[in-house]
Nanobody, 114 residues
Framework: QVQLVESGGCLVQPGGSLRLSCTAS????????MRWYRQAPGKQREFVAL???????NYVEAVKGRFTISRDNAKNTMYLQMDSLKPEDTAVYYC????????WGQGTQVTVSS
């Protein structure tokens, strides 16, 4: 059974940094592309970033140059380094993997506010 667990969300001031983690189990982690999504209050869940098995990355335009996705296959863990955070980055952040269906973590809250 695939399980994804996110961590690292908290309250941070505008301009600050935060690193989210997503640890996976129940799959051969190194063979799957991994994704980050986010959902702000009153809005639909949106794609944030992707990292493929071959370490190719892709980002939504709003976070390019500020967020960095990475993975450590030895730890079955994916990361999202978030710098220069803005209030509009406030959301619940989810990690996801597509394997015989899409699996989601429980989410971690990121709040950017002074």
């Amino acid at each position: 059974q695939v399980q994804l667990v996110e961590s690292g969300g908290c309250l941070v001031q505008p301009g600050g940094s935060l690193r989210l983690s997503c640890t996976a189990s129940g799959l051969i982690f190194s063979t799957y592309a991994m994704r980050w999504y986010r959902q702000a209050p009153g809005k639909q869940r949106e794609f944030v970033a992707l990292i493929t098995e071959g370490m190719i990355t892709n980002y939504v335009e709003a976070v390019k140059g500020r967020f960095t996705i990475s993975r450590d296959n030895a730890k079955n863990t994916m990361y999202l380094q978030m710098d220069s955070l803005k209030p509009e980055d406030t959301a619940v952040y989810y990690c996801a993997v597509l394997t015989k269906g899409i699996y989601w973590g429980q989410g971690t809250q990121v709040t950017v506010s002074s």
